[in-house]
């Protein structure tokens, strides 16, 4: 029986599949067991991935949107040379930056998507392109740069022996726990390692924790602070470490005074006598991690949580030092250089230089603020983006603030979306490009190899592996399907322009850049050329993976051992960022019991396990189990309210409201309501939570950043009530 050995790009997870097939048909897919990373780990998302293919609410065909206003089939080239024409006619009229591109998940595991999006845009000369990562976590990013990166990288899952996760819950997002992640928990949890876990609900991940503190949701900067602040006033950070690396402890130390245990305790919600104890357990070993997920970074101040975790990780030395084997170094991205120290603060951190014309935000590290796009797009004057190409992403089930997002959408004089379904930005756009799905393309695990080489090694692979796999069937006869990066490849052809494609395995940008391939416009390059551009100079060169499809490997690469700090090396870590200070002075002089008191409830975000944001949910396998998002609420918060489980409620939070369904989690903290995003319709369609599920972005203001860096806006912790809704299910 013919077994083929293909990659799932159901999410950033990317595990090798193996297809089992009989006479020509997929009978079976499953996790590799004899993978030297993923051990056969698979989700039901990855098991259901042929079918999805063949799926019937997959498009086939573009859509272009005719004279009567309905989207109706038509050739994709067609489409393409109508969308030139229209792009051409809106430069010229307005410039190049009223064309803006946003990317979202789909693309940040086919790395050749998001490549090309930008090398469209750079050949038209705007600088408006925009991605997931900014309603995302945007405060990681941007909270390491304002602390310093450490050049010698991360403790990896397999060595740490302590964890602090905070508002990140991988038992369901498998995210930071490498390849697979319950296995990783596991052996961590058999080797004495010890987990702490801050989550206003007692979620999965929290089940396997040694400390679990189950605060108030949007007080991390609070918690962590007093973690701080155990930590110094008890001698316990790491003196030698600190005091060779990095600067700013008295800083940092006056700047944590307010946080007393019992201030904590009492603003937090937590028991004052766990924070010195999780301090201990924390500092006990430079074997270890803090890490942030999507909850605090969707709270208020999250780059502000982000600088604090930075601060935990450096205070407790738990970066690898001089002689460490670097767990992962990269294979197809060149990573490194691997030396005891850190090149200090990035300067141009919180601005890199695009200024935005609403709301005085600007592109930082993390990139341009997605938050604000929608007011980008909606607000006369110059400069406004009047033309938006989405790739890979769903604006409108996923952007904060849905009323505004479809307001956006719909005062655009182009909107061109590549979706493989019909979504809530499909139904609305001008054109909707039907994609190539994964299984009928060549891929490479290079989105995880490059977040190794990054330096975040529980996110990448966690030794050095490889895997190339070659298309395994072709598209569904009668299609008029294309590749993502083909599209905007045979867009700027026929725009007459000239893409250049920089090396991502050369991670020096100016370098990069001036070594870009200048690409053939004439004849199409194929898919083998375009790996062949994009990893030149791979550390393993590309072909050695393609060589040898479908096996994935570690490859052999003698040890690489950090290097000791050079002679006279100047970088700090900065333990006392001013802004960040100042961030944290503010936390302590406001008025919190005002703010807590601001409506009863808080709506925390969360992910389902069996649906990626709105992917996946026109799947009937996958709604077996999650028929729609619901509202978890603490069963004695429902009892209170007169609430059933599967009753209609309106939660209503300062922006607008919708209606869900309640359903009872006995772990939840009492105030609190927890769901998944993505879901439902557009606000202008009929509501149907039982049948849709309902939208969370409702709930969020598109124009007041929770975090006045990135700008993400408010997509947890929001202040919300909830009560019996009167429109009967
Ligand atoms: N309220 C609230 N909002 C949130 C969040 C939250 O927790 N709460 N989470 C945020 C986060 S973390 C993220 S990452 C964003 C996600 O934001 P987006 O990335 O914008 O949204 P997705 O739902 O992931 O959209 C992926 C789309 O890509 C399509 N797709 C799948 N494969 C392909 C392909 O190969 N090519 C193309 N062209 N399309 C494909 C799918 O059909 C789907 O429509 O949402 C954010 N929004
Ligand atoms: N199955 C599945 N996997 C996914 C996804 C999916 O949709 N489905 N999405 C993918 C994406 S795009 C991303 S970005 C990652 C995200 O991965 P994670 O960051 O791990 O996201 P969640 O699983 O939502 O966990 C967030 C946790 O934060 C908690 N939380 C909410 N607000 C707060 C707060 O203010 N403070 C604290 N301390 N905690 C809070 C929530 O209760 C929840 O348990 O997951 C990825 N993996
Ligand atoms: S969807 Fe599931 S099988 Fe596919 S990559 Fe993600 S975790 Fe792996
Ligand atoms: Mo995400």
């Known amino acids: 029986m013919p077994k083929t050995v293909t990659i799932c790009k159901g999410c950033h997870q990317i595990c090798p599949l193996i297809i089992d097939e009989e006479e020509g048909r997929p009978t079976k897919v499953y ?3 004899d993978d030297p990373l993923f051990h056969g780990y698979s989700c039901i998302k990855g098991r259901e991935v042929v079918s999805y293919h063949e799926h019937p609410s997959r498009l ?13 089939p038509t050739p994709v080239d067609a489409a393409i040379d109508a969308i030139a024409a229209r792009l051409k006619a809106i430069i ?86 490498g390849s697979n992640a319950a296995r990783n928990l596991h052996q961590f949890k058999r080797r004495g390692g010890c987990l702490i876990i801050i989550d206003p609900r007692r979620s999965e991940a929290a089940e396997h924790a040694d400390f679990y503190l189950q605060c108030k949701p949007g007080e991390d900067p609070t918690i962590l602070a007093g973690l701080i602040r155990c ?8 003196k030698e470490f600190v005091t060779r690396h990095a600067v700013g402890l008295d800083g940092l130390r006056r700047a944590v005074e307010p946080f007393t245990p019992e201030y904590v305790a009492k603003r937090a919600g937590i028991d004052a006598e766990m924070l010195p104890a999780v301090a201990r357990a924390y500092t006990s070993t430079r074997m270890g991690n803090a890490a942030c997920g999507t909850g605090p970074n969707m709270s208020p101040r999250g780059t502000l949580t982000e600088y604090l975790i930075r601060s935990l990780n450096t205070l407790a030395g738990q970066w690898l030092r001089a002689g460490d084997v670097v767990p992962n170094p990269g294979v197809l991205i060149q990573g490194g250089p691997w030396i005891e120290s850190t090149d200090g603060p990035v300067a141009n951190a919180l601005d890199t230089g695009e200024k935005l014309r609403v709301g005085s935000l600007t592109s930082t590290v993390a990139g341009m603020p997605t938050g604000a796009l929608a007011d980008e797009i ?13 790739a890979g992403g769903n604006p409108m089930q996923a952007w904060p603030d849905q009323i505004k997002a479809l307001q956006a959408m719909k005062s655009l004089d182009l909107l061109v979306c590549i979706d493989a379904h019909l979504s809530g930005t499909a139904r609305v756009a001008d054109y909707v490009i039907a994609p190539k799905m994964s299984l009928e393309m ?49 867009l700027a052809r026929a725009m007459g322009l000239q893409l250049k494609i920089p090396s991502l395995s050369i991670t020096d940008p100016v370098r990069a850049a001036t070594t870009a391939t200048v ?36 490859i052999d690469l003698p040890p690489t051992l950090v290097q000791p700090t050079p002679e006279g090396w100047q970088g700090r870590l900065d333990l006392a960022n001013a802004t960040m200070l100042a961030d944290l002075a503010d936390v302590a002089a406001e008025d919190w019991e005002a703010r807590q008191s601001h409506r009863r409830f808080r709506l925390l975000s969360r992910r389902m396990h069996d649906i990626h944001n709105s992917d996946w949910q026109e799947h009937a396998n996958l709604r077996r189990r999650a028929p729609y998002n619901p509202a978890y609420m603490n069963p004695q918060d429902m009892e209170t309210l007169g609430l059933a489980p599967g009753q209609r409620v309106e939660i209503v939070s300062d922006r607008a409201s919708l209606t869900g369904i309640v359903q009872p989690e006995a772990g939840m903290r009492p105030g609190c309501v927890s769901m998944a995003h993505g879901w439902g319709g557009n606000p202008d369609e009929p509501s149907d939570p039982e049948a849709l599920g309902a939208n969370t972005g409702l709930l969020s203001f598109s124009d007041r950043p929770a975090d006045r860096y990135t700008g993400i806006p408010l997509m ?7 009560r019996p809704s009167l429109q009967p299910g």
Do not use: C
Not at 60 to 72: C, F, I, Q
Not at 231 to 238: H, K, Q, R, S
Not at 378 to 390: C, H, K, S
């Open 378 to 390: 909606v607000t006369p004057g110059e400069g406004q983006v009047r033309a938006l190409i989405v």
């Open 519 to 554: 690409v053939d416009m004439e004849t199409q390059p194929s898919f083998d050329d375009v790996f062949e551009m994009m990893f030149r100079e791979a550390p393993v060169p590309f072909a050695t993976l393609m060589a040898r499809p479908g096996q994935p490997a570690i």
């Open 92 to 177: 010229a009229e307005h410039g190049p930056r009223s064309v803006a591109v946003y990317s979202g998940t789909a693309a940040n595991n086919k790395l050749e998507i998001n490549h090309f999006a930008k090398a469209f845009l750079a050949s038209i000369g705007s600088k408006m392109y925009f991605n997931s990562t900014t309603i995302d976590q945007p405060g990681k990013f941007v909270g390491l740069a304002l602390h310093g990166s450490w050049n010698g990288g991360e403790v990896g899952i397999e060595e740490q022996q302590v964890k602090l996760m905070v508002g990140m819950n991988p038992t369901v997002s498998v995210t930071a726990l």
């Open 716 to 722: 947890s912790s929001i202040p919300i009530d909830v």
């Open 31 to 33: 996790g590799k067991k």
């Open 231 to 238: 930590i110094l006033t008890e001698g316990l950070w790491d």
């Open 60 to 72: 086939l065909k573009t859509l272009g949107r005719g004279a009567d206003g309905e989207l109706a």
């Open 442 to 490: 060549p891929t490479s695990s290079a989105s995880r190899d490059m977040l190794s080489a990054w330096r975040f090694p529980q996110h990448g692979y966690e030794r050095p592996y490889g895997l190339y796999v070659d298309k395994m069937r072709d598209p569904p006869a009668g299609s008029d399907v294309i590749a993502d990066w083909e599209f905007f490849y045979r």
